[in-house]
């Protein structure tokens, strides 16, 4: 596992791509489909708001 936020992330790219496809599991989370579930039953999600949303459930 790589976490990498600096600069233009060449860091993960020189990974990415030293790696096989097949064995690569990239996380971008600033896209909204990479984002995983996270949840408390103590709130009522509604399955029409976006994850952005659910996650400003707990602040």
């Known amino acids: 596992m790589a976490i990498d936020f600096i600069k233009n992330c060449e860091l993960s790219e020189d990974i990415i791509n030293s790696l096989p496809k097949e064995d690569t599991i990239v996380l971008d989370y600033t896209k ?4 995983q579930g996270f949840s408390f039953n103590e709130f009522k999600i509604d399955s029409k708001i976006s994850s952005f949303e659910r996650l400003s459930l707990l602040r």
Do not use: Q, V
């Open 32 to 35: 909204e489909k990479d984002i």
